[in-house]
């Protein structure tokens, strides 16, 4: 309630604002309640809503307020059973989970103001590096709404905001300000084919033949099966990752490799390496036509068509040489082995080279830390497996450790604004310096942590920490267990031997500093099941 109040009171403008209510567990994930039904979850979420519009309206007065509420798979399920209670004044909004399919679209499309869906998604098998979803996917699920021949009031699009896609959000941009033309195509393929022909000649300046010819090349990559299926560079890139490292750990430990390895192997040939390489040789052949271009439009095709087939084929390529490489010292033929990881490292350098072309001038070092996909991981892996098969007449193969992926790190410049939780910059009216964290362990014991605190089996491993630096070091968080406000007479907290609870237990705690004023107490309950 804090939190909300504060972020709600630092607006300036609560009239342009559309307030987004309810509620998701970390990272996304469908929230947490130890113990309880669904039928629980979907009551408690309505109360969230009704509580979050309830501090919105206190604070804006007697302004009208814009409220919508996702439905993601398991709140879509609460509203189908009857469990959640969304109040009339909040817009429901349909989701998608990643590559365009949009949860619940067939039956409430009916009663929902909008959709929220993306063209690209940091989850983890979808990143950053090319065009994830078809346009036709697009038109055919957000035609579902012209169809119903009911209003639709918000299109929200994620874009991801780390690489540019910009044919898709055009796409659905123009779908969203007029749809009759898409919706008077034959099928979404032909909407597709249509729109992307027209926003060739835009952005190319070609004439209608070879603006028909590129959108071709176009429709044949979104055609690839795994984008189809919206897994499309990190699919390549975990493959690799995790076959490389199998395959050295594999030759490190029996100087063979185990029949997991080779079945893994033999999934792992790409289906679509033949459509990669005609794609990729295709586009190229539309580059040596752009020598008459301007040059901001040839260096846009060469960040983008081209800069996609590239990537697309010579990932693929890399996992095949890595496939067969292991297939071969399977059959006993090493100097074969050696030579399909060899090229497997080759067609890195070719990937990598079709990232730096994609950077033109103007955006060096756009793909170069790109630790999402993190195709320089996969190489080390890929490197280190080579190691391994030269030095298998060794005494002992020793193979160094891959640094840690290094997922998340983009996000770092986020961490600055916790000196100010929960705005952006420092407020005397609104901060959270004595604020605790309080969580349990996971690795010690089986205890599992959710909003309201957790569960556990056995024992529990309490860690407390306040949300800022300075109060850790100059202050002291202090905590109760009977149901008491902790002040600076309750028994502070040790980090160093943390709180070892056998029961169920409710937490109180404060962090108590100098020149700090006191302004709310976290809690927490952890449920023994």
Known sequence: AYAWKASVSAMTRLDDVIWSVGYRGLNDYPAPCAGCSSADKGKYIGEVIGNQTDWVREIAGGAEQKFITYMWAEGLGYLQHGYLDVPKDVSIILTDAGPGHIFGLDDYANISDGVYTHVA???????????????????DQLGTFVKTGRRTKYIILNTSDLRPVPLTTEAIMRFAWDPKPFMTASTPDAAQTQF?????????????????????????????PYIQAGSSDNQLSNTIMDLADAYGQSLQKSRNVTATVVAKAHRAIPASLDAVRQLHNDTMGVYKLTGTWAEDRRNFFVAHL????????????????????????????????????????????????????????????LFMH???ADFQRGRSYVRLALVALKELSAAEIQLPA?????????????????DHYPLF???QDWNMHNFVRISCSR??????????????????????????????????IHYTVDGSAPTSSSPAYSQSHGLVIHDTTHIKAVAIAPNVTPVTQSEATFTKV
Not at 121 to 139: C, D, I, K, W
Not at 196 to 224: H, M, P
Request: hydrophobic share 35%.
């Open 121 to 139: 998604m940091y989850n983890g098998h979808a990143n950053q590096l090319t065009e994830m979803v078809p346009p036709s996917r697009h038109f």
């Open 196 to 224: 992307i022909t027209q926003w060739c000649k835009r952005q190319y300046g070609v004439d209608d033949e070879l603006a028909s010819q590129i959108a071709q090349y176009y429709n044949d990559y979104f055609a690839i």
């Open 306 to 365: 081209l800069g996609q087939s590239a990537m697309q084929r010579y990932g693929c390529e890399v996992q095949n040489s890595l496939a067969q490489s292991i297939i071969a010292m399977s059959q006993k033929q090493l100097q074969s082995a050696v030579s399909n990881l060899s090229d497997a490292l080759s067609y890195y350098d070719d990937f990598f080279t079709a990232q730096r072309n994609a950077e033109t001038s103007h955006w060096r070092g």
């Open 370 to 372: 790109s630790h999402l």
């Open 402 to 418: 891959v640094p840690p992926r290094l997922y998340y790190t983009f996000t770092y410049y986020q961490l600055v604004n916790e």
């Open 425 to 427: 910059y420092a407020s």
């Open 443 to 476: 690795k010690a014991t089986q205890c599992y942590n959710n909003a309201t605190g957790g569960y556990f089996h056995d024992t529990a491993y309490i860690y407390m920490k306040s949300l800022l630096e300075n109060v850790d070091q100059l202050g002291v």
